[in-house]
């Protein structure tokens, strides 16, 4: 596999009776007139004056308007479309770590991966959110079905972004805080690339489902940057009003 280590440990993480009618009973009922209910005479009164007046009538109540409606949260990106191909730029870039004696982690991606962040976009925030939290990981049982659907590797971690931002630009730095307050989480590369976005990097001729959640919190997670996704998900137990998925896939010949 592409995230290849010596060993490999996957994060883990629903009494009355009915008597029949009768013609003896049909008498009771007095035929239904469909003709049209007469005019309100005071509603003629109030517009003749209003007329000889030259004024228009007021209304005889005044409608409350309902709310407008607001449709579910989306998440989009330009790069790529819903359960579409990634493109090989979004991918992390080849490297070898040796973590210790005996045991290293590698990923072997295509030259042109470029390890970056694709630009996103969303809409429908519902608002009384009061901040937003976005999740990457691959999918790992989509490629290995012999392992369980909570095996996932972190690609993405990044949180307490504005409800009142629209998106995200291509090319999110590592950086944390960013610009705007947002904190971004570790990913499941080992160091020096665990900080912000590290894109996928499946093996060779294997292709991999990523799944990118947008969440839409009643909080502000009371977190510093760094933190895992494990710990990210555990702060916002109890505090998502709604979600969006966008879903990727991405092969390296």
């Known amino acids: 596999m592409g995230y290849s280590i010596n060993h490999v440990s996957f994060r883990t993480a629903k009494s009355g009776e009915e008597s029949p009618i009768s013609a003896e009973n049909l008498r009771f009922f007095a035929p239904f007139d469909r003709s049209p209910m007469p005019a309100c005479p005071g509603g003629q009164a109030r517009a003749a004056l209003a007329q000889a007046e030259g004024t228009q009538p007021p209304p005889m109540h005044s409608p409350t308007e309902a709310p407008a409606a607001i449709g579910p949260l989306t998440l989009t990106s330009s790069a790529f479309a819903n359960e579409g191909d990634i493109p090989m730029r979004y991918g992390e870039r080849s490297f070898k770590v040796e973590l210790k004696a005996n045991f290293s982690f590698s990923c072997d991606n295509a030259p042109e991966s470029e390890n970056i962040s694709p630009a996103l976009s969303w809409i429908n ?3 009384a959110a009061k901040s937003l939290t ?3 990981w691959d999918q790992m049982n989509y490629a290995y079905p012999e392992v369980p659907e909570t095996a996932v590797f972190t690609h993405w971690v990044i949180y307490n972004i504005l409800p009142s931002a629209a998106g995200l630009p291509e090319g999110v730095t590592a ?5 705007d307050g947002s904190l971004q989480g570790l990913n499941d590369y080992p160091e020096p690339y665990q900080a912000g976005y590290g894109g996928p990097c499946p093996g060779t001729d294997e292709k991999h489902l990523y799944v990118l959640t947008l969440y839409a919190l009643d909080t502000v997670l009371d977190l510093q940057a760094g933190a895992t996704m494990d ?6 137990e109890g505090h998502i009003l709604t979600q969006a998925e966008l879903k990727g896939y991405y092969l390296y010949h």
């Open 175 to 179: 950086e944390s805080p960013l610009a």
């Open 231 to 236: 710990e990210v998900k555990a702060s916002m």
């Open 134 to 136: 976005l999740l990457m």
């Open 125 to 127: 925030v519902p608002p």
